[in-house]
């Protein structure tokens, strides 16, 4: 799998984005196999891409739901989301 771009991610929807999730903790589950069997070296280094992918798929999920909060949050002035 290519590096995933932070950009791309925005325009999914949050199940794309679940599913997409799943499939790289696979990934890496199945690296990680490779790695303790002795997989070769293009495998073991692709696990830091997955593991940088995964991380800026969850970044997305959060930066989206804490986004919406503040869109729902927005009617009442006294609550303050950081």
Known sequence: MAKIK????????????LKQLDDLKVELSQLRVAKVTGGAAS????????????????TVINQTQKENLRKFYKVSPNFVLC
Request: proline fraction near 0%.
């Open 43 to 58: 495998k073991l280094s692709k696990i830091r891409v997955v593991r940088k992918s995964i991380a800026r798929v969850l």
């Open 6 to 17: 932070a950009r791309d991610l925005r325009g999914k929807k949050k199940e794309e984005l």
